[in-house]
């Protein structure tokens, strides 16, 4: 089905379709990963028919062409849900590295070829900011180089959170020490 919609020209128009299908299908009938996609490509059959081969005029959509050659563009990264809310310009690098690891899996999907397609609809939760959607970008176009920056993120978050672990230990002992001073004090009187 995909690759005669391919020879087509018209998969472009149909993906959309295919995915709101699946997920709708899956969702609200609970089925199974294979019988959703028997279904789903079963309907695409019926609502993207073959062009009729005795036509003798056939018009640019329903012309046989190649796919067009990827661009190289990820589709859906700017298009916000209706429910989030007004996105800040960033929040704490730990914040946004922690967003994309959390939701990558389940807004992206790359396809064959190179394209990419964003769901953020999926995302778990609203995005903390632009920038997580920035750094969910680089996730796609340089895995390697998000890596690194997740790991730095992380590793700074670990030495801040022992630096507080020590503060608060510290903290702790002043005051026992000042609590004892105070019991001290207040047996001299």
Avoid: C, F
Avoid at 15 to 39: L, N
Avoid at 78 to 90: I, Q, V
């Amino acid at each position: 089905m995909k690759r005669r919609l391919e020879a087509e020209g018209r998969w472009k128009d149909a993906e959309p379709v295919r995915y709101d299908m699946m997920r709708t299908v899956r969702k609200q009938q609970k089925m199974s990963k294979t019988d959703a996609q028997a279904w789903v490509y079963a309907e695409l059959d019926r609502l993207y028919p073959p062009p009729d081969p005795s036509s003798d005029i056939l018009s640019d959509e329903q012309n046989p062409q190649p796919p067009p050659r990827d661009d190289g563009q990820i589709r859906g990264l700017s298009d916000l849900p209706g429910g989030w809310p007004e996105l800040p310009a960033n929040a704490s690098l730990l914040v946004e590295v922690a967003w994309v690891q959390a939701n990558r899996l389940r807004v992206v999907a790359e396809h064959p070829g190179g394209s990419t397609l964003v769901h953020l609809d999926q995302a778990l939760s609203p995005a903390p900011s632009w920038a997580a959607l920035g750094w969910l970008e680089t996730s796609i176009r340089s895995y390697a180089k998000y890596v690194d920056v997740a790991a730095r993120a992380t590793a700074t978050a670990d030495v801040e959170s022992a630096v507080v672990r020590r503060e608060r230990v510290s903290l702790e002992d002043v005051l026992r020490l000042l609590d004892e001073m105070m019991d001290a004090g207040g047996r001299d009187r």
